[in-house]
């Protein structure tokens, strides 16, 4: 049972940076995707970005040029750079550890299909408000 641990999260204004880290229990090569989903309040949670085992990294229109993953395999960490942030960008961000190919990975994730996708954190909250 992988467990993975965000961090990094806090508040932010409007035009700032943040970086998110997810730590693993366990290597994250073992794992086909760790991807990075966010929920805001009242909303289902939605991809926002993605990286294979291989290296090869996904995102959502809305962030790209703004969002950087990266993977860590030594220290079994990913991260997401966040800059020029808005507030809708403002919601608790998952890391998901999971075997669904990059193409596969659904946009939105209802919470009866959560398991479905492997293993997940706790969340890491982020707020962009001036």
């Known amino acids: 049972q992988a467990q993975l641990v965000e961090s990094g999260g806090g508040l932010v204004q409007p035009g700032g940076s943040l970086r998110l880290s997810c730590a693993a229990s366990?290597?994250?090569?073992?794992?086909?995707?760790m991807t990075w989903y966010r929920q805001a309040p009242g909303e289902q949670r939605k991809l926002v970005a993605a990286?294979?085992?291989?290296?090869?990294?996904h995102y959502v229109e809305s962030v790209k040029g703004r969002f950087t993953i990266s993977r860590d395999n030594a220290k079994n960490a990913i991260y997401l750079q966040m800059i020029n942030l808005t507030a809708d960008d403002t919601a608790t961000y998952y890391c998901?550890?999971?075997?669904?190919?990059?193409?596969?990975?659904?946009?939105?994730?209802?919470?009866?299909?959560?398991?479905?996708?492997?293993?997940w954190g706790q969340g890491t909250q982020v707020t962009v408000a001036s």
């Open positions: 998901n550890a999971g075997f669904t190919a990059l193409n596969r990975l659904p946009q939105v994730v209802l919470p009866q299909n959560l398991p479905d996708l492997g293993y």
């Open positions: 366990e290597s994250i090569s073992n794992f086909y995707t």
């Open positions: 990286v294979h085992s291989g290296g090869r990294t």
